[in-house]
């Protein structure tokens, strides 16, 4: 049985100083948040499932899965034995950072770090602080190597992009350079990784860099 | 060169009445507007660049390209001799009516029909009626068959739903009447339209679907 939090607009005219509070209270209790954000469909919750599989042992991971409806992602999860959390945001196109708060009381057990997969939609979320220590997104290679001209804020505000599915790269025509020159135009401090959850390539250069940063976090 | 309309938020309340006179208007003036949703990288200009070089001789199709940034879908049209107009949106996740009517202003010639390519997502447009004739969804093979699940009211407001790219189903997980039955359950009355505007597989279908609407339209 999957918890769902439903979850109401919170009533605030100042999300970035609550997101600072949440992410200072995260770093007190030793959690390091991420915000994934990425296109619907973009295979976050695959990216995810191998990650928790490949880090047992390593980090005590959970995961946030944010939607308008369903619990489809949160099960998934949870069949892997992780702690998971749903949360529906009542319609809304994005998290802010009492909505991130509110879920993660639902979140139970010791965890290291949590991932908050955000509503799929690459506009919304990106304007809104969530709390995070990191923010991420995902970028299926089907979707085209057009997305950065597209999309400029999500790809700036941005520590990482992952750039899924490329095991079906020769099925589609996407340039692998071009897409990482548009996106250093705009944020040349991103890390960014090529990987298929689905064939585990490139998995290793992703999870360096999440354990990385979550030890830089702890020594912060 | 591509021209470019910076939309700024119509100040409005009352965006369903403006929606209903721009509806009135455009079938007044002749023109079938149809409002075209998705996710990101779903393949919607891809689909329109085929359905005008198709239908050349049977309609005279125009577009107007909707997104936060870049011209690249505009130019795509454009170098099919087709009309076409960019607008951006200020940030704005969404088109409503008085936004569609000044973009439809950058459109020259005599139009039948024009496409609204709406901002990609597949959350925030669904709220607002564009002035369109007919709404419809695009959905990607790539993004996943549990859509219908995850973002219900897209499917519940459209009249038709286009399942492209499937010239990939070899290399995805995706079950086609699962998705149908999934959409259904949300909306009885949708037509559901499988093709790839790649290899043209499922192109004639939807074709008829659109001509014979438009002939619906002109009747009306």
Redesign the interface.
């Given at each position: 049985m999957i918890k769902v939090i439903e979850l109401k607009r919170t009533v605030t005219d100042s999300n970035d100083r609550d997101a600072e509070c949440l992410r200072c209270e995260l770093t007190e209790r030793g959690i390091f948040l991420l915000n994934l954000m990425s296109?619907?469909?973009s295979g976050k919750t695959t990216l995810l499932s191998r990650t928790i599989t490949d880090l047992v042992g390593k980090a005590r991971i959970g995961v946030m899965e944010a939607?308008?409806?369903?619990d489809?992602d949160a099960l998934r999860i949870n069949a892997l034995g992780a702690e998971s959390i749903q949360v529906h945001t009542d319609?809304m196109?994005h998290m802010d950072a009492g909505m991130t708060r509110n879920g993660l009381m639902g979140l139970e057990g010791d965890l290291d770090i949590v991932f908050l997969e955000n509503?799929?939609?690459?506009?919304?979320p990106a304007?809104f602080d969530t709390g995070a220590h990191r923010n991420m997104m995902i970028l299926?290679l089907?979707?085209?190597d057009?997305?950065p001209?597209?999309?400029?804020?999500m790809f700036q505000k941005c520590d990482a992009l992952i750039i899924t599915?490329m095991?079906?790269a020769p099925?589609?025509d996407f340039d692998l350079e071009a897409t990482k020159e548009r996106v250093r135009a705009l944020n040349p401090a991103i890390s960014i990784f090529p990987l298929s959850a689905k064939t585990g390539m490139g998995m290793n250069e992703w999870e360096n860099w999440l354990l990385t940063e979550w030890e830089k976090q702890k020594n912060a």
């Amino acid at each position: 049985m999957i918890k769902v939090i439903e979850l109401k607009r919170t009533v605030t005219d100042s999300n970035d100083r609550d997101a600072e509070c949440l992410r200072c209270e995260l770093t007190e209790r030793g959690i390091f948040l991420l915000n994934l954000m990425s296109a619907p469909g973009s295979g976050k919750t695959t990216l995810l499932s191998r990650t928790i599989t490949d880090l047992v042992g390593k980090a005590r991971i959970g995961v946030m899965e944010a939607d308008i409806a369903s619990d489809v992602d949160a099960l998934r999860i949870n069949a892997l034995g992780a702690e998971s959390i749903q949360v529906h945001t009542d319609g809304m196109c994005h998290m802010d950072a009492g909505m991130t708060r509110n879920g993660l009381m639902g979140l139970e057990g010791d965890l290291d770090i949590v991932f908050l997969e955000n509503i799929g939609n690459l506009i919304c979320p990106a304007e809104f602080d969530t709390g995070a220590h990191r923010n991420m997104m995902i970028l299926s290679l089907p979707e085209g190597d057009d997305k950065p001209l597209k999309y400029p804020l999500m790809f700036q505000k941005c520590d990482a992009l992952i750039i899924t599915k490329m095991d079906t790269a020769p099925y589609f025509d996407f340039d692998l350079e071009a897409t990482k020159e548009r996106v250093r135009a705009l944020n040349p401090a991103i890390s960014i990784f090529p990987l298929s959850a689905k064939t585990g390539m490139g998995m290793n250069e992703w999870e360096n860099w999440l354990l990385t940063e979550w030890e830089k976090q702890k020594n912060a």
